[in-house]
């Protein structure tokens, strides 16, 4: 089975390869798509359009069995206070779509806040963290768990949510 991820991302690809617990007969690559959203997802049917965008734009692009997406936003719940870091997938066949969700990890008030003004996540953990690149590490979920949950596990339990309909015989 051959499996394209919609992002050049490594941390991405590994998500995937930990979610289908790649073997022999699966090769999983890097496919580098737009989203078709903006830079800074926010809401959850905008992350998961990125997502599905992704999946999609991986089966055009031609010779995958399954094309998936993966996309990070952020999100409000209703009843809950504060803005979370939300992460959505989706698997794509060609005939159907499976979506699942990750954690969601609720950003502190001083992240929100700079998210809220117009700011991406990404850059506002790295000015944060004083560092460069925390998206292709350990995200902004590892940061916020002290390490306890790092991007490539969260990424990959929301892959393994949308590939439910594709191992399951439930659906």
Do not use: C
């Amino acid at each position: 089975m051959r499996v394209g991820v919609g992002s050049g991302n490594p941390v991405k690809r590994r998500a995937v390869e930990r979610a289908l617990g790649t073997n022999e007969t699966e090769s999983v690559e890097s496919v580098a798509v737009p989203s078709g959203v903006s830079e800074q997802p926010t809401g959850h049917a905008e992350t998961v359009a990125g997502a599905e965008n992704r999946a999609a734009a991986v089966l055009e692009a031609g010779g995958y069995d399954l094309g998936v997406g993966l996309e990070g936003g952020v999100a409000r719940f209703e009843g809950v206070d504060g803005l979370f870091l939300v992460m959505w997938a989706a698997v794509d066949d060609g005939d159907r779509v499976g979506r699942g969700s990750g954690p969601s990890l609720r950003l502190p008030d001083g992240v929100a806040d700079r998210v809220d003004a117009g700011g991406e996540l990404g850059p506002i953990m790295d000015d944060v963290l004083d560092t460069t690149g925390v998206a292709r590490r350990g995200g902004a979920a590892g940061a916020l768990t002290n390490g306890g949950l790092d991007r490539t596990d969260a990424l990959a339990a929301a892959v393994s949510g949308a590939l439910g309909p594709f191992v399951s015989d439930l659906y």
